[in-house]
Nanobody, 122 residues
Framework: VQLQASGGGLVQAGGSLRLSCAAS????????MGWFRQAPGKEREFVAGISWSGSSTHYTDSVKGRFAMSRDNAEKMVYLQMNSLKPEDTAVYYC????????????????WGKGTLVTVSS
């Protein structure tokens, strides 16, 4: 599966952005999807993940209550709605996919898209 993230940009603290990830391939619904981010000088970290059907989502503690992940299997899209953004959310955001396991370790993801830069100004 090929992935392409978009929707990043510059936003003031407290603002919102919606990231999108377009997937290609016929078996999109068979992949668990995740959003990850990497800030300058830091390791890539898990942000949010979603189950095959979209019925279950998982978030890292720092974004709970502010971010919401969703997917549309018919359109082969995943989204990350980011509200109440903080300067510490500044990073390159990546979408990624894997077929099995709910372990959201970046090293376990099978496919990665190119990232999209989110910059939150204070």
């Amino acid at each position: 599966v090929q992935l392409q993230a978009s929707g990043g940009g510059l936003v003031q603290a407290g603002g919102s952005l919606r990231l999108s990830c377009a997937a290609s391939g016929r078996t999109f619904s068979r992949y668990l999807m995740g959003w990850f981010r990497q800030a300058p000088g830091k390791e890539r970290e898990f942000v949010a993940g979603i189950s095959w059907s979209g019925s279950s989502t998982h978030y890292t503690d720092s974004v709970k209550g502010r971010f919401a992940m969703s997917r549309d299997n018919a359109e082969k899209m995943v989204y990350l709605q980011m509200n109440s953004l903080k300067p510490e959310d500044t990073a390159v955001y990546y979408c990624a996919a894997k077929a099995y396991s709910s372990n959201w370790d970046p090293n376990d993801m099978e496919y990665w898209g190119k990232g999209t830069l989110v910059t939150v100004s204070s």
